[in-house]
């Protein structure tokens, strides 16, 4: 087991036994799965989806997914019930098994509809680069287009989107640009959500991501004092711990799965 992970190990064990709760919450690509070439071939391995679902079943155990994804994408792509989610990087919400989107976030969906249709139009010029539709934004993926063409691809967006730089935030991605409404909503905002209505009691909180969409819910898990944890080869600075890559948070989700079903639950009778 890498160091950071026997180091998070012991502190998410010490606080569920003296009677905190978990609050574990996570990016899904390139954190609970590998990057790939097109999103929809990043499937979460079976067996993470079985200690996911061990985790979320473990009292005084919160589990949630954020993504860029959409909601409804996210949600199949996980594939489990019982998990609070944020969709759309924290505009759509699930919480506690109810579906939670803000009136602005609505509003802002004609403007979206009207760039997401023009970015497209553009795309012929720029072989393998394409367009993720979602709900309330979108995504320009690049990874297969020619390296050549990235930064004229990047600025000929740009220069689509700053009209309306009052109306949008544009996010860096793993060879992305996402594009979603300025309203303060982030995964951020989602992670404090997710935790405010998992309980009242004292919690110990973990966020895991990979990105720079990422770096306000790590801060909002540092700053309740939790743990920020880094993954892949270049997280968000802001994370107080890091591991190398998916495989290394499954290998340390797994141990915790396994911890927790022998550990004592001192809230729980004898």
């Given at each position: 087991m890498p160091p950071a992970n026997a180091t998070i190990l012991e502190r998410l064990l010490t606080a569920y036994q003296r009677g905190e709760r978990l609050v574990l919450v996570f990016d899904y690509d390139g954190t609970l799965t590998p990057l790939v070439a097109h999103p929809r071939l990043a499937h979460l391995d079976p067996d993470l989806r079985d200690v996911l679902a061990r985790l979320a079943a473990t009292p005084r155990v919160t589990v949630g997914v954020v993504s860029g994804r959409g909601l409804d994408d996210l949600i199949g792509m996980v594939g489990l019930e019982g998990l609070n989610y944020g969709g759309s990087t924290g505009l759509e919400l699930v919480l506690a098994g109810e579906r939670r989107i803000p009136i602005e976030v609505l509003a802002s969906r004609p403007l979206l509809n009207r760039l997401t249709g023009a970015t497209e139009r553009r795309l012929p010029a720029y072989p393998g680069a394409w367009v993720e539709k979602k709900p309330f934004g979108f995504t320009v993926h690049y990874r297969?287009?020619?390296?050549?063409?990235?930064?004229?691809?990047?600025?000929?967006?740009?220069?689509?989107?700053?009209?309306?730089?009052?109306?949008?935030?544009?996010?860096?991605?793993?060879?992305?640009?996402?594009?979603?409404?300025?309203?303060?909503?982030?995964?951020?905002?989602?992670?404090?959500?997710?935790?405010?209505?998992?309980?009242?009691?004292?919690?110990?909180?973990?966020?895991?991501?990979?990105?720079?969409?990422?770096?306000?819910?790590?801060?909002?898990?540092?700053?309740?004092?939790?743990i920020a944890l880094g993954v892949g080869p270049e997280p968000p600075a802001v994370a107080n711990y890091r591991l190398p890559d998916p495989a290394a948070l499954t290998e340390l989700l797994v141990a915790l799965a396994e911890a927790l079903a022998t550990s004592p639950d001192v809230r729980r009778p004898a």
């Open positions: 297969q287009l020619a390296p050549d063409r990235i930064e004229p691809l990047r600025a000929e967006i740009a220069a689509l989107l700053e009209p309306h730089a009052a109306d949008l935030h544009v996010l860096d991605g793993p060879m992305a640009i996402e594009v979603v409404p300025a309203i303060e909503r982030d995964k951020g905002t989602a992670l404090r959500a997710i935790v405010a209505h998992s309980g009242n009691e004292p919690a110990t909180v973990l966020y895991a991501g990979d990105a720079a969409n990422d770096a306000h819910a790590l801060a909002a898990a540092a700053e309740m004092g939790g």
